[in-house]
């Protein structure tokens, strides 16, 4: 699972510059990937929605420490952009 999530917050910073709009978009698309991609490789189907939910939370505390690492602005607004985007699919 680390890998994945590297994978996402390397697609991520890919996003930073683009509008808020564009960058929420995006992040939706690319966290609806993982989580399938997540599901797909669990083998037993009652584990796959607790994997997926699994990622999110992993991803969620990865960003997070991008945010305290991070000492530029335009990197802090982008990532709480990125995790308000986390933050609401997992309501």
């Keep these: 699972m680390r890998s994945i999530i590297e994978t996402f917050l390397k697609e991520v910073l890919r996003y930073?510059?683009?509008?808020?709009?564009?960058?929420?978009?995006?992040?939706?698309?690319?966290l609806t990937a993982c989580e399938n991609q997540i599901r797909d490789a669990e083998n037993d189907p009652q584990r796959a929605l607790p994997a997926a939910q699994r990622f999110r939370k992993a991803v969620r505390y990865r960003v997070i420490e991008e945010i305290q690492?991070?000492?530029?602005?335009?990197?802090?607004?982008?990532?709480?952009?990125?995790?308000?985007?986390?933050?609401?699919r997992a309501s």
């Design 16 to 30: 930073q510059g683009k509008s808020s709009n564009a960058v929420r978009e995006n992040v939706q698309h690319l």
């Design 69 to 88: 690492q991070s000492t530029e602005i335009p990197s802090i607004s982008h990532f709480q952009t990125v995790l308000s985007v986390i933050d609401t």
